[in-house]
């Protein structure tokens, strides 16, 4: 039995490949490494002309956690959607159908490099939130994982589903604008929702990755994620639309080209 003949070494494969064609994109690459590190710069001095009293969190905490937040965005969301885009409309993905390679396999290994990057940019903001910045280590390291992980299977379904809607990498621009701006204003991302008033913060913690973003500040900073009946509501949300991202992939992800 040859490794690629199974499922970890058909990812693998897949995996290398991807990472190859991402290594190869000086722009992707950018976005990737340096973007998400510039946006907490932008974050924490945006967030200094916030009153971030009653919040439970220091600016340093908001910037940071943000900082995971833009990672899981830019990093995961927005390089998947042009990679599925790209791959879609030079046949690579129906060349690989053809193959043994299952469908899940195929968007599972594209998606394996960003993912991946993400979450070990994650792990250094946390290092160095908890050195440089004297925020302290991960009170709740259980819950700090659980959100990257679920954050990045969810932002990696809807990549997908997006790239089902879009025609040609350069639109993917437009395309991936709705979510990202959304989550960047109305998921604790860029404001902490407990500067909103009640039925502003309401709505927003409905939003696809407002959970993401709960679990995560629970996870590393403790006070800021709220209470555990808080926690199950935004794990439940997370998961929900996790769910609904990867049910719209099965149903309506396109295999051909967009021409």
């Known amino acids: 039995m040859t490794a690629t003949s199974t499922a970890a070494g058909r990812l693998s494969a897949l995996g290398r490949a991807e990472l ?3 290594a190869r994109n000086r ?3 950018f976005i990737a490494l340096l973007m998400p590190l510039l946006m907490i710069f932008a974050i924490k001095s945006s967030l200094d002309r916030i009153d971030l009293g009653g919040t439970g969190l220091s600016v340093a905490g908001a910037a940071l956690t943000g900082g995971i937040g833009m990672v899981l965005l830019q990093v995961v969301y927005l390089n998947l959607v042009s990679a599925y885009v ?3 409309e030079e046949l690579v993905l129906k060349r690989l159908r053809t193959g043994e390679v299952s469908d899940p396999e195929i968007l599972t290994g594209t998606a394996l ?3 991946l990057l993400a979450l070990v940019q994650c792990v250094l903001i946390v290092v160095i939130g908890t050195l440089a910045f004297g925020l302290g280590a991960p009170g709740r390291p259980d819950l700090l994982v659980a959100g990257l992980l679920v954050g990045s299977v ?3 379904a809807l990549a997908a589903a997006t790239a089902t809607l879009t025609r040609t ?5 437009l395309t991936t604008l709705p979510l990202f701006f ?3 204003l109305g998921s604790g991302v860029f404001i902490p929702l407990d500067v909103f008033p009640d039925r502003v913060a309401s709505v927003c913690e409905l939003l696809p990755l407002t959970g993401v973003m709960t679990l995560v500040r629970a996870g590393w900073l403790g006070g800021g994620g709220g209470g555990g009946g808080d926690l199950i509501g935004a794990a439940v949300t997370a998961l929900a639309w996790t769910v609904f991202a990867v049910f719209a992939v099965k149903r ?7 021409r």
């Open 20 to 22: 190859t064609l991402l």
């Open 113 to 115: 490099p960003a993912v």
């Open 86 to 88: 790209a791959r879609r």
């Open 182 to 184: 959304v989550s960047m």
């Open 252 to 258: 309506w992800f396109r295999w051909d080209p967009r």
């Open 27 to 29: 722009t992707a690459v």
């Open 169 to 173: 990498v350069q639109t993917s621009q």
């Open 154 to 156: 969810l932002l990696s």
